[in-house]
């Protein structure tokens, strides 16, 4: 049988390192990273003076700490 989860994980989103990811390696659960670019906040595409659309979640979640989550 495969067992696996996802996760957010990025430079950003730290977390599953401390939380989840020891666990996982105990239990032998694979890990899926998601977001791995940060919604391309990494992607080298951006500035730190990047504009984005008045509707765009990366507004408010510039820094990614609404999504710091396991």
């Given at each position: 049988?495969?067992?696996?989860?996802?996760?957010?994980?990025?430079?950003?989103?730290?977390?599953?390192?401390e939380a989840l990811y020891p666990q996982a390696k105990?239990?032998?659960?694979?890990?899926?990273?998601?977001?791995?670019?940060?919604?391309?906040?990494?992607?080298?595409?951006?500035?730190?003076?990047?504009?984005?659309?008045?509707?765009?979640?990366?507004?408010?979640?510039?820094?990614?700490?609404?999504?710091?989550?396991?």
């Amino acid at each position: 049988m495969l067992v696996h989860c996802k996760s957010f994980f990025n430079l950003f989103l730290q977390k599953p390192l401390e939380a989840l990811y020891p666990q996982a390696k105990v239990q032998g659960v694979g890990i899926l990273v998601r977001v791995p670019l940060a919604s391309r906040l990494l992607s080298g595409k951006f500035k730190a003076n990047s504009q984005f659309e008045s509707d765009d979640y990366r507004n408010f979640n510039r820094d990614g700490k609404a999504f710091n989550i396991v």
